[in-house]
T-cell receptor
Framework: GENVEQHPSTLSVQEGDSAVIKCTYS??????FPWYKQELGKRPQLIIDIRSNVGEKKDQRIAVTLNKTAKHFSLHITETQPEDSAVYFCAARLAGGTSYGKLTFGQGTILTVHP | DTGVSQDPRHKITKRGQNVTFRCDPISEHNRLYWYRQTLGQGPEFLTY????????KSRLLSDRFSAERPKGSFSTLEIQRTEQGDSAMYLC???FGAGGDQPQHFGDGTRLSIL
């Protein structure tokens, strides 16, 4: 099955700095990669996703890049704000077969943005 | 609120008791997923429904776990003879479409604590 590794486990930045979180996946057949933000006691919220036919996607201060050859993808947050503080999860979805769209998640990154 | 709804938000029970959780997906979402999340970890896939059919179950889902989606709308997850190791957050997610790469939207989850 698919395996997703996420680094770093914790990330501390000053307000206004950029933050980068990296994930690697094991199965080259994976074709969909979402990122979720989870605040304490709340639901995971989809913040951006990318499909394997695209190398980069941006949405305001958030961007995701995908390197299919190396099997890794990254989340980039620019001009960080204290409200960006949360746990961020990457995930991968295995295409075809009997996967039916289930997501395999990374272990999470605790991002802290200091004012 | 037209998001995914889960009930109850918290459940405390004694070891050996049975518990049942409910998930109401976003209206017209045909795909429904259950995940389990323990402290400090990403969600782990449990089971998947397409309309009323349960098409995939994880090996994490022991014989004590059963899930239903009788009319293709809401779903229930039952745990019989609960054990300490069942303590976790149980998350439900839904999506729409024929393929598996449509965004999954999560509910707030049910936090289960076994005494």
């Amino acid at each position: 099955g698919e395996n997703v590794e996420q680094h770093p486990s914790t990330l501390s930045v000053q307000e206004g700095d950029s933050a980068v979180i990296k994930c690697t996946y094991s199965d080259s057949a994976s074709n969909y990669f979402p990122w979720y933000k989870q605040e304490l006691g709340k639901r995971p919220q989809l913040i951006i996703d990318i499909r394997s036919n695209v190398g980069e996607k941006k949405d305001q201060r958030i961007a995701v890049t995908l390197n299919k050859t190396a099997k890794h993808f990254s989340l980039h947050i620019t001009e960080t704000q204290p409200e960006d503080s949360a746990v961020y999860f990457c995930a991968a979805r295995l295409a075809g077969g009997t996967s039916y769209g289930k997501l395999t998640f990374g272990q999470g990154t605790i991002l802290t943005v200091h004012p | 609120d037209t998001g995914v709804s889960q009930d109850p938000r918290h459940k405390i029970t004694k070891r050996g008791q049975n518990v049942t959780f409910r998930c109401d997906p976003i209206s017209e979402h045909n795909r429904l997923y259950w995940y389990r999340q323990t402290l400090g970890q990403g969600p782990e896939f449990l089971t998947y429904f397409q309309n009323e059919a349960q098409l995939e179950k994880s090996r994490l889902l022991s014989d004590r776990f059963s899930a239903e989606r009788p009319k293709g709308s809401f779903s229930t997850l039952e745990i019989q003879r609960t054990e300490q190791g069942d303590s976790a957050m149980y998350l439900c997610a839904s999506s729409f479409g024929a393929g598996g790469d449509q965004p999954q939207h999560f509910g707030d989850g049910t936090r289960l604590s076994i005494l």
